[in-house]
């Protein structure tokens, strides 16, 4: 399953269907959307987006990059916006590239909170179950999206992934696969900054965050959540209010 071709500007835009999910079965195309920022659409890939039913989008994005990037009118969709990241203050975090070009103990301190922060961002995520109340009231075909789909929007999939059963392995190469999009960005930056990576391999590291993904993040989200829950299960359980049944009966309609 690779990125769709159909999006060669976008942001990194995929459908969820066709992963292996629950009992064999596979998550069904045409339900769950990811995306960057719809702002980037050109006009012949807007037509398509309009083409593919979607009836939902949630902007993960914080107000501020919401309202300097806002996405297109799309007739008969309905937007609703909350920050992916919330600090336990309240305050809105930032998560786009902007600001991540540190070196020394100042990239360390970075890279350290920005761990922490993609370890956190399961929990007590209002974003997050806000986007499960949609779906479990059916509120369908949904796109998620934040500013380059891949950090925001990429652990939300994996959490909709875990409710779909989708094994650990396909979700750990669903987020990994955000990288095939940066690539080209991603190696132009090492060539460029080489001599200054060298010299600061910190710096290399913030270069991925910012441009690409590192497969070790999502590694360290579900290491989180067993951590804190034990099992996928009672982390759904815990945060989305989900019983064996009620889990059951929402892989059954989003997997065939």
Same mark, same amino acid.
């Given at each position: 399953?690779?990125?769709?071709?159909?999006?060669?500007?976008?942001?990194?835009?995929?459908? +969820?269907?066709?992963?292996?999910?629950? &009992?064999?079965?596979? /998550?069904?195309?045409?339900?769950?959307? !990811?995306?960057?920022?719809?702002?980037?659409?050109?006009?012949?890939?807007?037509?398509?987006?309009?083409?593919?039913?979607?009836?939902? /989008?949630?902007?993960?994005?914080?107000?501020?990059?919401? *309202?300097?990037?806002?996405?297109? $009118?799309?007739? =008969?969709?309905?937007?609703?916006?909350?920050?992916?990241? /919330?600090?336990?203050?309240?305050?809105?975090?930032?998560?786009?590239?902007?600001?991540?070009? &540190? /070196?020394?103990?100042?990239?360390?301190?970075? +890279?350290? &909170?920005?761990?922490?922060?993609?370890?956190?961002?399961?929990?007590?995520?209002?974003?997050?179950?806000?986007?499960?109340?949609?779906?479990?009231?059916?509120? $369908?075909?949904?796109?998620?999206?934040?500013?380059?789909? &891949?950090?925001?929007? =990429? $652990?939300?999939?994996?959490?909709?992934?875990?409710? +779909?059963?989708?094994?650990?392995? *396909?979700?750990?190469?669903?987020?990994?696969?955000?990288?095939?999009?940066?690539?080209?960005?991603?190696?132009? *930056?090492?060539?460029?900054?080489?001599?200054?990576?060298?010299?600061?391999?910190?710096?290399?590291?913030?270069?991925?965050? !910012? +441009?690409?993904?590192?497969?070790?993040? *999502? $590694?360290?989200?579900?290491?989180?959540?067993?951590?804190?829950? =034990?099992?996928?299960?009672?982390?759904?359980?815990?945060?989305?209010?989900?019983?064996?049944?009620?889990?059951?009966?929402?892989?059954?309609?989003?997997?065939?």
């Amino acid at each position: 399953m690779s990125i769709d071709p159909r999006f060669p500007d976008s942001f990194n835009f995929r459908d +969820l269907g066709g992963l292996p999910a629950w &009992k064999g079965r596979q /998550v069904r195309p045409g339900i769950f959307y !990811r995306s960057g920022a719809l702002s980037r659409l050109n006009e012949q890939e807007l037509q398509t987006l309009q083409s593919l039913g979607i009836r939902y /989008v949630l902007d993960l994005r914080t107000s501020g990059e919401t *309202a300097a990037h806002p996405d297109p $009118v799309l007739p =008969g969709v309905t937007f609703l916006q909350h920050s992916g990241l /919330v600090s336990q203050g309240g305050q809105e975090i930032d998560f786009s590239p902007a600001g991540m070009r &540190k /070196v020394g103990q100042e990239g360390r301190d970075l +890279l350290a &909170k920005l761990r922490s922060y993609y370890r956190q961002m399961p929990f007590d995520n209002e974003a997050f179950r806000l986007f499960f109340r949609q779906v479990r009231q059916d509120h $369908v075909p949904i796109l998620s999206h934040c500013a380059t789909g &891949k950090d925001r929007t =990429g $652990v939300l999939a994996i959490l909709l992934e875990l409710a +779909l059963g989708v094994p650990e392995d *396909a979700v750990l190469a669903d987020y990994a696969r955000s990288q095939d999009f940066f690539a080209a960005d991603l190696a132009q *930056a090492f060539t460029r900054h080489q001599d200054e990576i060298a010299a600061h391999p910190e710096l290399g590291q913030l270069y991925t965050m !910012r +441009l690409s993904v590192n497969p070790d993040t *999502a $590694v360290q989200v579900l290491q989180e959540i067993r951590s804190r829950c =034990g099992s996928p299960e009672a982390f759904l359980a815990q945060e989305y209010g989900f019983t064996e049944e009620s889990l059951t009966a929402f892989r059954q309609r989003f997997t065939r």
